[in-house]
């Protein structure tokens, strides 16, 4: 059976899901929606009533996951995306692809064809980490030990088994991945970058979310008057990460790849005073990209650099990776899907990494996965400035329920 | 009349002397004197009994200068430094110079010289800046205003004019720099640096003390996901900041001059987090050298290598210079008196300039001034570590005794 074309999603209707959404926890223009807060659980069970409202068997498990399905005997496509947020978050962050889940569900039980498509639409608990990121995904993919559930706690201390209950989550129903009844993960989001205002794309089909290698580098020289010690006779940490950092931006820059970034995002000096020659300088570098081997050559050559700096013997210059996080590339059949829902409705898109990560990092690992992306006013995202077009809004969901059609076509 | 071999000071008095005073705020082998504390209070009130004992003229004035004179009608030279210390301090800095002035006017009175040299010894008030940097000797030249006073206060809040009133010495004399009757100032000090020790020598005849020039440069761009922001699309014032910074080392040190220094020591990086580009940068560099017309051209460098940057537009640099101290050259015909002390004992000695702050600094403005240096053990000072061998602070004393001969020999 040829669906294309049968899925016509209703743009007020889904404009104003997500409008009543972004009312719950909201700021000025955002919301503050951190995870099993009252305003997070009050979502939740705002968007468990829509779901039923609408005819789909709707659940919370015991995490917080919100399930809406519809044919449930059969096969089924898992849109998933979460409605938590960061502490000041924007409106669209998750909770744009909840509700494009929602609002296909729907539009497949309108067109009739609940017997032929089966939708699985999730809201995962926790994407932005307050206790644990992807904590929701993770859990549904069984990917959780409970030593780390044990050990989840957000900023205040509150530890997230002790949320979970106050949440009155715990006696719900476990729900988990099935393989044999789950087909693909399709997850929408807003892109958090610049890249498609800038080349006038409404559609980025993601290749694959980028692998994150952080570093600390620890330099120890010996704290001097400023004044009386001359040039030639301190083990001046400050210079010595100065030239480091400059080694590190000249180094990455000669064997990056096409989609590497990188970043020096924090520095500190010991004492950190005017007239005091630094004794100790500490500084985070974090290099990203969707090639493994990419990642591999920037992380030897920084090695390289630091045996190197240790080679005079003056300070000493360490190098500890603190967070390694493997790319997923998304699945290439599932992503040519929506590259041709986007080409049948006449669709500017484009081919694109993710430089951030999403619940379809850990689907990845399970089951074939892909993502969309709708372009971010300014690139703006983690904020109240964060804001999509109604239009890219609209056109986005169309494309994601074309490629549920392909999907299912026989 | 020719006094040279006459005033011989007494070795054992004077480290009894320097043994006692390190007694007073005792830590394990350093001290805590900070200004105006009660072991500052009780430092001065020794020594004020010291000096009467030793039959001086003593007094304590209304901001707790020490005064110790012998021969007050005549024409008098001041032997001065400060018994106050920085809050974990060594037991030498400050005090040495101080004892010196009290033995070398013991030695004049026991030689009977009482008529032909006149002695004026000071123990100055907060020379390290608890309250107000070089308080006793800017009052002593009347350099300080009443607003200056009024605004001083500690690191704890303490305001200066209840301090003075805590310690009882508002009510006070108030004692002032005579231009007819004082002839120079003479101040020994710690090298507070490794030179001497390097060199070998045992005495530093200082030619100067550095001009300090503080600059602030804050640079401007905007925050940004470290991983959606593709590189070419940042405005990043951390990478900003290394290069610049990078800049600012080859550029110091392409224009330095002989005994130019320079410090990065404080640099900050906000939001200052692994995973975000730097929105802003902040940085303190510091330049120090004898000479303004090196100190100007350095700055002159400083500035060029910020107006480029800014040519770009992209990101805003803007320097800010928070501190300018001029240079203070020392009298030529006093520093040779120094050298030829040195020579006449047959002490090893090396022309050198301070590159850090002294009391000196003050009066080089008003009469002749000159200083002389001896070794710090491995350069330590402002920390418990600062030492100086026995010998040494011996040899010291007995050049500062022999430039008081070549002075008043006629």
């Known amino acids: 059976m040829d669906l294309r074309g049968q899925l016509k999603i209703k743009p007020d209707r889904l404009m104003r899901d997500l409008r009543d959404l972004a009312k719950i926890g909201k700021l000025t223009t955002g919301v503050s929606r951190t995870s099993l807060s009252n305003a997070d659980l009050e979502a939740r069970h705002w968007l468990l009533k829509r779901m039923a409202d609408a005819g789909l068997k709707s659940t919370i498990d015991t995490v917080g996951n919100v399930h809406g399905q519809i044919n449930t005997d059969a096969k089924s496509v898992i849109i998933g995306s979460h409605t938590d947020s960061v502490p000041v978050g924007g409106w669209l962050d998750g909770s744009l692809g909840v509700i494009y889940g929602l609002e296909i569900a729907r539009t497949v039980l309108e067109a009739g ?52 209950d106050r949440a009155g989550l715990t006696s719900n129903p476990e729900i988990f991945l099935d393989s044999n009844a789950h087909i ?68 990455v820059e000669g064997c990056k790849g096409a989609d590497s970034v990188w970043n020096v995002g924090f520095v500190n000096f010991e004492p950190g ?25 920037m992380e030897s050559a920084i090695h390289d650099l630091c045996e190197t700096a240790n080679q005079t013997g003056l300070l000493q210059y360490e190098i500890t990776k603190t967070i390694d996080i493997t790319p997923s590339a998304m699945d290439s059949a599932l992503s040519n899907n929506i590259l041709d ?29 892909a993502m969309l992306f709708i372009p971010s006013i300014k690139g703006k995202s ?26 299912f076509s026989t």
Do not use: W
Request: proline share 4%.
């Open 113 to 164: 064809y609940e017997n032929t498509i089966g939708i699985h639409a999730i809201s995962f608990m926790d994407e932005e980490g307050t206790y644990l990121a992807c904590l929701g995904s993770r859990k549904f993919c069984q990917e959780l030990s409970d030593d780390e559930i044990a050990d989840g706690q957000n900023p205040a201390g509150e530890q997230l088994a002790h949320a979970l």
């Open 382 to 407: 983690h904020s109240e400035a964060e804001d999509t077009s109604e239009k890219d809004i609209i056109v986005g969901c169309q494309v994601l329920a074309g490629s549920i059609e392909g999907i």
């Open 341 to 369: 829902a986007a080409k049948n409705i006449g669709s500017p898109h484009m081919m694109m990494p993710s430089g951030a990560g999403h619940d379809a990092m850990v689907f990845a690992r399970h089951i074939p996965s």
């Open 184 to 251: 693909a993960y399709l997850e929408a989001h807003i892109e958090q970058g610049p890249r498609l205002e800038a080349e006038r794309k409404a559609i980025g089909i993601v290749t694959g979310i980028v692998g994150i290698r952080r570093f600390r580098l620890e330099i120890r020289g010996e704290a001097d008057h400023a004044g009386t010690v001359p040039m030639s006779m301190r083990k001046d940490a400050g210079t010595a990460a100065i030239r480091f950092s400059h080694r590190f931006l000249e180094t």
């Open 273 to 297: 005073a005017a007239n005091v020659v630094p004794a100790k300088a500490e500084l985070l570098y974090e290099i990203r990209d969707l090639d493994a081997v990419v990642l591999d050559r």
